[in-house]
T-cell receptor, first 113, second 112 residues
Framework: EAGVTQFPSHSVIEKGQTVTLRCDPISGHDNLYWYRRVMGKEIKFLLHFVKESKQDESGMPNNRFLAERTGGTYSTLKVQPAELEDSGVYFC???????????FGSGTRLTVV | AQSVSQHNHHVILSEAASLELGCNYSYGGTVNLFWYVQYPGQHLQLLLKYFSGDPLVKGIKGFEAEFIKSKFSFNLRKPSVQWSDTAEYFCAVSGGSYIPTFGRGTSLIVHP
């Protein structure tokens, strides 16, 4: 089966610009998660979708971050406007059910300059 | 709230040395435990997981981990590392919310 796909793999943008990250989960996986890792720190949870609904968005840092999952398939994470501290690697993961094994994408490395 | 502590941030070993990476968690209820690995330039991959049953879990590539409930620990072990084990290793725990919480990761470098 195809894995979790994320793109772009890298993005370099200027402070104040907008960036949209995309995640395509494994087909049939209702649960989709976004995580972020700032360099050298832990991988932090951002939010969790079940199908198209946001189940838990307690990890979203602020209102400059907007996640959507229209139709319950792929998800986008938009950062607008981007700040320097938003730099990091954004991971997406999906799972068939809550608590089951999570499959991660390769991540998007975002650099805000 | 659940949390994960990985004690070793950087580990350097020679090939054939034994490996043990520490992982402790805090959570009062039933947990699922995971070890993930990220090889250079690749995505996070699941090494092994514990949901229930035998507390000694065997994973891929010769790795194993032991869940010790009384110590809230889930240490990762491998009897003899190889150069190809050079990677970053993450311990994760999920409790009632089923959302994994990750540790800071341990960078392992194996010298040939």
């Amino acid at each position: 089966e195809a894995g979790v796909t994320q793109f772009p793999s890298h993005s370099v943008i200027e402070k104040g610009q907008t960036v949209t990250l995309r995640c395509d989960p494994i087909s049939g996986h209702d649960n989709l998660y976004w995580y972020r890792r700032v360099m050298g720190k832990e991988i932090k949870f951002l939010l969790h979708f079940v199908k198209e609904s946001k189940q838990d968005e307690s990890g979203m840092p602020n209102n400059r971050f907007l996640a959507e999952r229209t139709g319950g398939t792929y998800s986008t994470l938009k950062v607008q406007p981007a700040e320097l501290e938003d730099s990091g690697v954004y991971f997406c993961a999906s799972s068939q059910s809550r608590g089951s094994g999570y499959t991660f994408g390769s991540g998007t490395r975002l650099t805000v300059v | 709230a659940q949390s994960v502590s990985q004690h070793n941030h950087h580990v350097i070993l020679s090939e054939a040395a034994s490996l043990e990476l520490g992982c402790n968690y805090s959570y009062g209820g039933t947990v699922n435990l995971f070890w993930y690995v990220q090889y250079p330039g690749q995505h996070l991959q699941l090494l092994l997981k514990y949901f229930s049953g035998d507390p000694l879990v065997k994973g891929i590539k010769g790795f194993e981990a032991e869940f010790i409930k009384s110590k809230f620990s889930f240490n990762l072990r491998k009897p003899s590392v190889q150069w190809s084990d050079t990677a970053e290793y993450f311990c994760a725990v999920s409790g009632g919310s089923y959302i994994p919480t990750f540790g800071r990761g341990t960078s392992l470098i194996v010298h040939p």
